[in-house]
Structure formats: C-alpha cells, structure tokens
C-alpha cells in the first residue's frame, strides 16, 4: 500500500500502469467492480490483485465461482504468478490449516460445504416457523463463507467480530453467478453483500459479467454501489478480424484518474499488459 495524500492510503492493484493512472492504487476499503464480456482479462485483473496482496503480505480471500480453483492457480503460473509457493487454504476442506494461510480459497465446492452446515443450522433453530435451505449461491451462503475465511486468516479479534483488524483484499469471480436466476434482484443483492461484509480494512475486486446479446450489466445494481468501475471490452471481432482489447476506468471515487482507454494485451509469462 502507498500514501501520495496523507488522507488515503492506497492498495496496489498488482499493475503498474493502472496503478499509476489512479494516483498509486485502490484507496483502501473501496468495492471495485469488474465488468465486460467474457474473455475480456476480468480473471486475471483478479489474478494480479491477489499477487499483489500475497507478495505485500496482505491475506487474501479469493472466491471463484467461473472455475475450480487448480484452473486459476494453473492459469496464473502461466503468467508468472506461482500462488502454489505461498499458503493456501481451500474451504472445502474439513480441516483446518495447521499454519495460517496467505490466501483462503472459496469455489463452489466451499459454498457447497457452507449452505450445507447453514442448512442443518436451520433445521436445529427450534424457533424459526420456516426451516430455511441454503443454496451454494445464495447471497448469505457467500457472506457466512467470506466470514468464515476471515476466520480462518486469523483477522478478526474474536468469532463475534465482523470486521478484520488488519487489511484483507477480497476477490469475488463473479458476483453475477449469485443472481443468475434472478437478474432482478441484482441490486438488492448487492446492497446486503455490501451491508454484511464492507469494511474499512477490505478493499474488494468483484467482477460482473456483460451479456454477450445487449453488452450490458447482467442485472443492474454492483456498479451502482461500487466506489470504482474498471471496465474491460473487445472490438467486433467479426469486422477487425482480431482480438483487440481495451481497458478504461470509469470512475473511482477520492481519485483524480485516467479518463483515456488503454489498450490491453495478455502476454504469456507477464499477464496482462497495458499501454495507451
């Protein structure tokens, strides 16, 4: 993280060029959606994030719900981030790491394990009049499993406590998943994730898929309550007969940034590189 005003400590996104457009990073605790359409880099502007974070020392929680986690490490190794030499921790698990872990790790299967242990919870609560049944992609599965690996990173002060004490970076691929069937309720989604789980010390990546058909937010409501929006897109490919793909961020609040596009390559031992 750097300081340039006293104010606002900023977090590396992990590349140097968005970096310098947003007047040295992230500033810390901000949501910062990731939208465009798939294929666009979405993932791996996560990939660099969490690199960032585990080189500097900041725990990571990495949720994927687009891949089991092996793809993403095999896919990062590609572009010289080797996640497998640091400690991971995978949810699913039963057991719990005998060392605490740089990054903790949630994919379906973790949900999965999560909506389950919620679920017989329920089906014990004497009180309730409805037993409720979680889903593995359902809004408060994803928040008690983000939970979850707070405690597992060993960042809150007791069980009780709901926000970190030291800086976390949260990555969220893709929240779009949890209202797929729901588009609708995007918005309202969106605000209790935000309600449960913003904090001052965890400054998050959430990436939004665009529908391939309108080129559009799959459900209205994340960029509305994102403090950033980097959105990533792709020309016609069907007239430049190419793949060429672009970069601009549309807006980041206690930033004075980069207003021009950049134009962004995917190059195999480096990830994702940028330039005007």
Not at 20 to 33: R, T
Not at 233 to 260: A, G, P, Q
Request: hydrophobic fraction near 40%.
């Amino acid at each position: 993280m750097s300081r340039q005003n006293p104010d606002i400590v900023r977090v590396s996104t992990g590349i140097r060029e968005l970096d310098s457009a947003l007047e040295g990073g992230i500033p810390k605790g901000s949501w910062v959606a990731i939208t465009g359409e798939p294929g666009t880099g979405k993932s791996i502007l996560c990939m660099h994030y969490a690199w960032a974070g585990v080189l500097g020392g900041d725990p990571v929680v990495y949720v994927t719900t687009e891949a089991e986690f092996r793809d993403v490490l095999k896919q990062a190794k590609m572009f010289g981030m080797d996640f497998e030499s640091y400690r991971l921790h995978d949810i699913s698990r039963g057991e719990l790491p005998v060392e605490t872990p740089d990054v903790v790790v949630i994919d379906l299967f973790g949900l999965l394990k999560i909506a389950r242990q919620m679920t017989e919870q329920a089906q014990l609560d004497t009180e309730a009049l409805k037993k409720k049944r979680y889903a593995a992609l359902d809004i408060q599965t994803l928040i008690a499993a983000i939970h979850e690996a707070y405690r597992i990173l060993g960042v809150l002060r007791d069980d009780k406590a709901k926000s970190p004490y030291r800086h976390v970076r949260l990555i969220i691929d893709s929240l779009s998943a949890f209202w797929a069937d729901k588009p609708a309720m995007a918005r309202k989604y969106s605000y209790d994730l935000k309600i449960a789980t913003h904090r001052e010390n965890v400054t998050a990546y959430l990436v939004s898929q665009y529908a391939m058909t309108t080129r559009s937010t799959f459900g209205f409501g994340l960029e509305h309550i994102a403090d950033g929006v980097f959105h990533l897109w792709m020309e016609d490919v069907e007239s430049t007969r190419e793949v060429k793909r672009y970069m601009i961020i549309k807006k980041m609040r206690m930033t004075n940034h980069k207003r021009t596009a950049f134009k962004l390559e995917i190059s195999p031992g480096k990830g994702i590189i940028l330039s005007d």
